[in-house]
């Protein structure tokens, strides 16, 4: 049997329609009246350091002279030596200097009695630097010892090369015109000290 209509229901239901339909529109009517809400802000400080730093490396390692008694030997090869600095602002000019260990003694020989090649017998040439024509290792250095040096460069610091590097190539000779009876030995060695600084 088929329920009849009845008009009382229906108006009901039409009002809990309206009632919800209502409901909501004021529930979204609230939440735009009340708008977002903000946190405050957390704060994080930081700080870092940048450390002052110089280095020196050269390549290659190890230079070879064929010796002429009472004449002049050229190095192999040229030493290619980098320079790279992070410094301060406060910093003038970055130095750097060769020398050896001893003013008579820059290569000694494996005779015996051992002989010595002065460092007045060591020439050293870099055309981007100071020696631009081959000057002795004989100089008094800020770095090395009494008579035994070479001032290789002076690079002046500005705000824009405070963080730099340089490649200077230092050739080398051996003149054995003061000392033209070296004797033979199977071998002279010695160390050349490279070095910079920060004025």
């Not at 390692?61 to 002049?72: A, C």
């Not at 030997?73 to 290619?80: F, L, N």
């Not at 050293?124 to 000057?135: D, E, H, R, Y």
């Not at 008579?147 to 230092?170: C, E, H, K, M, W």
Request: glycine share 8%.
């Amino acid at each position: 049997m088929m329920a009849r209509w009845n008009p009382l229901t229906a108006n009901v239901r039409s009002w809990i329609w309206l009632l919800v339909l209502a409901g909501v529109a004021g529930c979204l009517a609230c939440r735009t009246t009340l708008g977002q809400i903000n946190s405050n802000s957390g704060t994080v400080s930081l700080n870092a350091s940048l450390a002052e730093s110089l280095s020196v490396s050269a390549s290659p390692s190890t230079v070879t002279f064929n010796l002429i008694p009472g004449g002049t030997a050229v190095g192999s090869s040229p030493v290619a030596i980098t320079t790279t600095w992070v410094l301060s602002s406060s910093r003038g000019a970055v130095y750097l200097d060769g020398s050896f260990g001893s003013a008579s003694s820059a290569l000694t020989g494996s005779s015996i009695p051992a002989v010595s090649i002065p460092t007045a017998e060591v020439f050293g040439l870099m055309s981007t630097g100071l020696p631009t024509v081959f000057s002795p290792f004989s100089v008094n250095t800020p770095l090395g010892v009494v008579s035994a040096g070479l001032p290789l460069f002076i690079q002046l610091l500005t705000s824009s090369n405070v963080n730099s590097s340089r490649t200077d190539n230092l050739t080398l000779e051996i003149n054995l015109a003061l000392q033209p009876q070296l004797p033979a030995a199977s071998n002279y060695t010695g160390s050349l000290f490279l070095q910079a600084q920060a004025l």
